[in-house]
């Protein structure tokens, strides 16, 4: 970060968004299901097949993840979809990725 630049500080309800947000992020299953509907809108049934995990375990996730605005969820028939709605998240992920490869 440039020391130029002055960041205002956070208040306490936005410190305890961002630290809910980051809390969210902190569970390797939800980056999995991240990583399995980053590019397109998937079906629960998928997204199970994409993780290796059980359908009750990654229903749970979705409903955390769509619930704080991470995903979203669109039905259609007896299917339904989710997809990525916060595209900073994935950008977030890469950001942290690259420092990691360094």
């Known amino acids: 970060m440039s020391k130029n630049v002055s960041t ?15 809390k969210l992020l902190g569970e390797p299953m939800r980056l999995r299901i991240l990583q399995a509907v980053c590019h397109e809108p998937r079906t629960v049934s998928q997204i199970v097949a994409a993780t290796g995990s059980t359908q009750a375990n990654v229903s749970k996730h979705l409903a955390l993840m769509a619930a704080s605005g991470i995903l979203t969820r669109d039905k259609e028939g007896q299917c339904v979809y989710y997809g990525m709605k916060d595209k900073l998240v994935m950008k977030l992920c890469e950001l942290v990725r690259a420092q990691l490869a360094d």
């Open 8 to 22: 205002p500080l956070l208040s306490e309800d936005e410190l305890g968004h961002l630290a809910g947000r980051f």
